[in-house]
């Protein structure tokens, strides 16, 4: 692959990508309390729409993961070692890898793999600019669903899955730990993953966090009942839906709600699924973690936890997982 082009090497996104959104749209909806999966947010719109979530002054998630970068950067490196290919499941604008590529020792290549495979290309011409020697391979891919490292021309030592962002809290725990054992097989033998979790907090941080004053992410959230319009053909009112976030004590995660503000229906696929006042949708998880439970994750996944790195509030780690 030429370094400087601007073109996906690998596209496993389905043929019959609108057919599995209705479908679990339409199984989501059928639920007794209705859910659709976080990844539907992610079309150009809204990934665009987090790239502005992740500047809010009250999403503190990315800041302070930039922070352990800025800091940890060459801890990290060090423990990943030379001639890696580290791989960004989820990558998005691929906004914090070049704190960590920079502290590598001759990196072979770097995987981007992106669901919005048109918004990854966009971002990559900086990160190309800046790392030239750098084999840039993107992959579009919900990395949910699987892929395959593709093959590098260089002579590779090891292998690293770069999860940053608190994505994993995204899955229940049995799902997380499920997707990390299928990491820890990606990366092979003595392979490695730095991974993004977010931490247990004030309860008022983390609901301010997911509900910001510009509300960017009611926008972000209810985009995905825009594409439910445009690319299924639903028939519903967008604007009869407003944004919730709330802080779920027992089970330890944010919920985020598209709550009906009346009595309404949304018409997809031949059904018909009604809502009273209240009724509400969940659209988001986030798990937040203990170290201990961090640990348990991790061990659960065939993994355990070989370096931790924390912000200087103490709400945002990184930590880094081997076999």
Partial sequence: ?????????????????????????????????????????????????????????????TRTEMQILEQ?????????????????????SSAKVSLLLKSLHHPVAYVP???????????????????PNVEIIPVCADFTAGFTIPAVSAPVARRAIFFPGSTIGNFPPEDAAALLAQFRKLVGAGGAIVLGVDLHKDAGVLEAAYNDAAGVTAAFNRNLLTRMQQELGAVLDAD????????????????????????????????????????????????????????ALAAEA??????????????????YLEA
């Fill in 1 to 61: 692959m030429t370094p400087g082009a601007n073109h996906l090497a690998h596209d496993h996104r389905s043929d019959d990508a609108a057919g599995e959104f209705m479908a679990d749209v339409l199984a989501g909806l059928a639920q007794p309390q209705p859910l659709i999966p976080p990844k539907y947010f992610y079309d150009d719109t809204g990934s665009r729409l987090f790239d502005r979530i992740c500047e809010l002054p009250e999403y503190y998630p």
């Fill in 113 to 131: 793999v992106e669901i919005s495979g048109e918004h990854m290309l966009s971002s990559l011409t900086p990160l190309r600019q800046q790392f």
């Fill in 72 to 92: 940890s950067a060459g801890d990290i490196g060090k423990r990943l070692g030379e001639r890696i290919v580290l791989v960004e499941p989820g990558s998005g």
């Fill in 302 to 319: 065939g993994l355990r936890v070989g370096a931790t790195w924390l912000d200087t509030h103490g709400w945002f780690s990184i930590q």
């Fill in 240 to 295: 009869g839906f407003g944004h919730r976030a709330v802080w779920n004590a027992p089970e330890s995660r944010i919920e985020m709600h598209l709550v009906s503000r009346h009595r309404q229906s949304i018409e997809v696929g031949g059904s018909t699924f009604w809502f009273e006042a209240d009724d509400f949708i969940i659209t988001e998880f986030s798990y937040k973690y203990s170290q201990s439970g961090i640990d």
